[in-house]
């Protein structure tokens, strides 16, 4: 290994620390590196990245460094499945939406509460709470305002 790693990142890329706004990552011999503060691993050899310098941002990129896709409010994490989750404010309230690797929607960021529960997400919406499946319908549907009267 050409690089004195710190961590190893989920997709197997080892991640290294090169100054305060440069991460080197390396895996099987490649090594390459990215201009960003926070590096995490997606499938598919791409990554999140993160940069707290001046605003906050947010991207995905592929291991060349081009990038798939980009934000600059609120905050994002990897789910150990590989999803982006990310929540920024909206009129006073913390709402949450989930994305795969490539970006593509898989939850709209409009949910105060959200969580991977194996196939399914736990979420609040408002007044109700419950399951929804992959595709953001309702599997297990309740009103918040139902059980407070129970």
């Known amino acids: 290994m050409s690089i004195i790693p710190d961590r190893r990142?989920?997709?197997g890329w080892w991640a290294a620390r090169s100054g305060e706004e440069h991460?080197?990552?390396e895996k099987d011999g490649e090594v390459i590196g990215l201009p960003y503060h926070g590096v995490n691993g997606l499938p598919d050899d791409k990554f999140l990245l993160h940069d707290y310098t001046g605003d906050t941002y947010w991207a995905v990129a592929d291991k060349s460094g081009t990038l798939l896709g980009e934000w600059r409010e609120g905050y994002a994490w990897m789910l150990p499945s590989g999803r982006i989750q990310s929540y920024c404010q909206w009129n006073r309230t913390t709402v949450h939406g989930l994305w795969d690797?490539?970006?593509t929607p898989i939850l709209p960021?409009?949910?105060?509460?959200?969580?991977?529960?194996?196939?399914f997400f736990a979420v609040r919406d408002g007044y109700y709470g419950g399951l929804l499946d992959s595709e953001g319908h309702w599997v297990v549907k309740r009103s918040l305002l139902d059980s407070m009267l129970d």
Do not use: C, I, S
């Open 9 to 11: 990142l989920q997709n």
């Open 23 to 25: 991460t080197v990552l």
């Open 109 to 119: 960021v409009r949910y105060e509460y959200l969580a991977e529960f194996g196939d």
């Open 101 to 103: 690797a490539d970006l």
